[in-house]
């Protein structure tokens, strides 16, 4: 086997080989998600992409991979989050009169645009709800119109995140002025009714944050489940993990890498690297990045004091009022952000793992700083400890060129699209169709790309099945066969697809190309089959389904099937194991009678009809039902090829048939409705040929058949309007026929005509002009003609 190249973050430049620390085997941390709201798409590019490569190692190149995952239970946002929704909740308890609920929304709303929106308040003059929308599409007009502040270049993440604000403010402002306050103004009084009261909050009442985290992590975990994301064999949360961390941190203090300030404790990068150590081996040009240091150390840390040098970060943070607490040396406090990963990764996979992964946002400064206070924790001697062999990034999702994130609110939650516009196999497809560590822009093409991918497997593996169940023995077409198996020319074009797969794995799990290769295997076999007077080679074409349907195994594409994924096809989730063989059966068994019914009532008198009809179909059945299979599909395959095979026979003998007509309608009424309404589509080939049986979902079928009645309706309801319209152009030329040539410029137009009534004078009493009389005698002359055509029919 070729060996695993794969791209690591800490060796920038090109993939490198993957040797893990012990063979065979994958130690993995993910960073997990920080819970306080919805998981939005950005999450589901991570930890789908994450999965994709998870399970590629463990299905395809055969590790036993340990996988942990941590969920940031504490932090700033959580901390804000869940104090600002139980002020809210206080706040709404009390009593307050009409105008008073106006004053505090009136203050929050100026409050909220003097922290947010400044251009707003340039003038000098008070805000309101009132007069806000014209000061809005003042300052901020053009970025609301997509473009940007400065009218330079394209939106960003600072244009983003002025839409939010704008939003927020225009929310408020019409529920303030409709005296909807709670509810409606939330975003701008939250922030308010925070800088009043969070002192109130008692920080050693932990129940008020994990109330918060435990609803959305049960939310994160439901949506990960929905999108066939496989759960972690390790899950570790920061707020069981808070003594542990106090340990770590005053190692690495008692070696001389962190120092205590005013409570808080802070990494000593200077020291660090002083000792030999490098900082920021992940991004070294973003290690005096100011505001991606701030937005690091969170929005509730900017305050805190006594740091030795501008890059040195909090391992512990001395807690604020509001803020949870939990006892320390070093006084109350905190955890800071980056400790968690290092001390709970290290707790399960000990002082090395091989694989530690994350969105590529989270590369500066988060595991930069992870790096270096785990390889202080851990060095000794003077010898520099590598902590981490492979950091795996995944590349954020963007939208409108700025990237999905929860802060800027520019997300599709993952509930809403799975309601709106993927499937969970969708929006997996779509991801696969890009490289890992790449970004991914939304756009309407992904979807329809990932929808024509699927639809081209989806067909190939129906019309396999169905070849293979029509073949000469369908209970043998259904017994498991190697996928290796011989079978002539395609045989060859599987193998050449096996061996491009192998080199698109082995390319740092180059998914790209591994679904061109699915979708040119396919097109290959179809091109094949297709072939003039060739026979179909079925061996071949099941040794390719076979393959296709384990490697989308691999990729999590079925999320009913399970490792080895040796079947055919997606699975059938259908459960039939309480119904009898008899019950399973028995609405296949009515359509094939009434189908015989409705032949003899033709009396068509068809030898090779007649030859059909009295084949003993229950035979086959009981052999099927002897071999104890309960595959729906196996056996009711007996009876729908014998109702295939007389409606083919109809469809033969119908052109030199006297009862054509009814033969005709009797064949769409199978195809149509009896078949339909089981989840059977008959693909109608040619007559020699016969049908093709392929089983569809029922639901598919219905809609394609209600979709094609409501084009027949269209159809007959624009052929009766145009009807409609011809007799209404007919009745208009009528109605006009009647009147006689010798009056119809007889109006005011006019003053004096001739014995024919065409006008010699106008109104003014001028001779009408030889122009003007050329034109109207040619009206005359078309309107006689009418009048007379009209005097003959008439009688």
């Not at 839409?163 to 403010?169: D, I, Q, T």
């Not at 149509?672 to 029922?698: E, W």
């Amino acid at each position: 086997m070729a060996q695993l190249k794969v791209h690591n973050s800490l060796t920038p430049g090109g993939t490198v080989p993957f040797l893990p620390l012990e063979e065979g085997k994958v130690s993995w941390y993910a960073c997990g998600p920080t819970v306080y709201d919805h998981s939005h798409l950005g999450h589901a590019r991570n930890y789908v992409s994450t999965d994709i490569i998870r399970r590629i190692m463990r299905d395809y190149f055969g590790y036993q991979v340990k996988f942990v995952m941590n969920i940031t239970d504490v932090d700033d946002k959580i901390i804000l989050k869940a104090r600002r929704a139980k002020l809210l909740e206080l706040e709404k308890s009390k009593t307050y009169t009409e105008p008073e609920l106006a004053k505090l929304a009136a203050t929050a709303f100026q409050s909220y645009a003097e922290g947010n929106l400044p251009e707003l308040l340039k003038d000098g003059s008070k805000l309101s709800p009132r007069n806000y929308a014209e000061r809005r599409d003042a300052a901020y007009g053009k970025v609301l119109a997509g473009g940007t502040l400065n009218g330079e270049g394209k939106p960003g993440d600072a244009e983003a995140k002025m839409k939010m604000h704008l939003s927020n403010l225009t929310a408020a402002s019409q529920a303030i002025q409709e005296n909807k306050v709670f509810g409606g103004a939330d975003e701008v009084l939250l922030p308010y009714l925070d800088s009043l009261y969070k002192d109130s909050i008692d920080g050693k009442d932990h129940t008020i944050f994990t109330k918060v985290t435990q609803y959305w992590e049960a939310q994160f975990m439901d949506d990960m489940d929905n999108l066939n994301v496989m759960r972690p064999d390790y899950i570790t949360r920061v707020t069981t993990y808070v003594p542990q961390i106090v340990t770590f941190v005053d190692m690495i203090v008692e070696k001389g890498f962190a120092y205590e300030a005013d409570g808080s404790v802070y990494f000593d990068i200077a020291a660090f690297e002083k000792a030999g150590n490098p900082y920021a081996r992940l991004c070294p040009n973003s290690r005096n990045d100011k505001a991606l240091q701030e937005e690091g150390e969170g929005s509730l840390s900017k305050n805190l004091g006594g740091k030795r040098g501008p890059c040195d970060f909090a391992l512990w943070k001395k807690s604020k009022a509001g803020e949870p607490v939990w006892p320390s040396p070093w006084g109350e406090g905190r955890p800071g952000w980056h400790i968690e990963c290092s001390v709970m990764a290290s707790d399960i996979l000990g002082s090395q793992m091989d694989i530690h992964s994350g969105g590529i946002d989270l590369a500066f400064p988060h595991h930069d700083n992870e790096l270096a206070q785990s390889e202080a924790y851990y060095c000794s001697h003077g010898q520099v400890h590598n902590w981490v062999k492979y950091f795996f990034h995944m590349g954020h999702l963007s939208i409108s060129g700025s990237k999905m994130s929860k802060s800027l609110k520019n997300f599709q939650t993952i509930k809403d699209a799975l309601k709106n516009d993927y499937t969970p196999r969708a929006m997996r497809i779509v991801f696969l169709m890009g490289r890992w560590n790449d970004g991914v822009e939304i756009s309407p093409d992904m979807r329809k790309q990932a929808e024509g991918w699927e639809t081209t497997i989806n067909n190939f593996f129906t019309n396999t099945k169905s070849l293979i169940m029509q073949s000469k023995s369908a209970e043998e077409g259904l017994k498991t066969l190697s996928i290796n198996g011989k079978s002539g020319g395609l045989h060859e074009t599987l193998e050449k697809a096996q061996s491009e797969m192998q080199s698109a794995l082995t390319d740092s799990f180059d998914t790209p190309r591994a679904m061109r290769i699915l979708a040119e295997i396919v097109r290959d076999a179809n091109k094949h089959d297709s072939e003039p007077g060739s026979a179909t080679d079925i061996t071949g074409l099941k040794s390719i389904a076979r393959w296709i349907t384990k490697m989308v195994g691999i990729f999590g594409l079925d999320a009913n099937a399970s490792p080895p994924y040796e079947g055919l096809g997606w699975t059938n989730t259908a459960s039939n194991a309480h119904l009898s063989t008899k019950e399973i059966v028995e609405p296949y068994v009515k359509v094939y009678q009434s189908v015989n019914s409705e032949v003899e009532r033709l009396a068509l008198h068809s030898d090779s009809l007649d030859a059909l009809m009295a084949e003993d179909v229950d035979t086959k059945f009981s052999g099927l039902e002897a071999s104890g299979t309960k595959d729906s599909e196996a056996l009711a395959m007996p009876y729908l090829i014998a109702v295939s095979k007389i409606r083919d026979e109809l469809r033969r003998i119908a052109p030199n048939s006297e009862s054509k007509k009814q033969i005709l309608t009797l064949s769409d009424r199978i195809r149509d409705n009896d078949l339909t309404d089981l989840g059977v589509y008959l693909d109608d080939r040619s007559v020699d040929q016969g049908a093709l049986i392929k089983f569809v979902p029922k639901a598919e079928l219905l809609a394609q058949r209600e979709e094609k009645a409501a084009k027949e309706r269209e159809k007959t309801a624009q052929k009766e309007k145009a009807r409609l319209e011809r007799e209404r152009i007919e009745l208009e030329k009528a109605e006009k026929a009647k009147l006689s040539p010798m009056d119809m410029f007889k109006d005011d137009r006019f003053s004096a005509w001739d014995d024919k009534g065409l006008p010699t004078k106008t109104k003014e009493g001028e001779d009408v002009p030889k122009s003007a009389l050329k034109k109207l005698g040619k009206e005359w002359e078309r309107q006689n003609k009418l009048h007379q055509e009209w005097k003959a029919k008439s009688g």
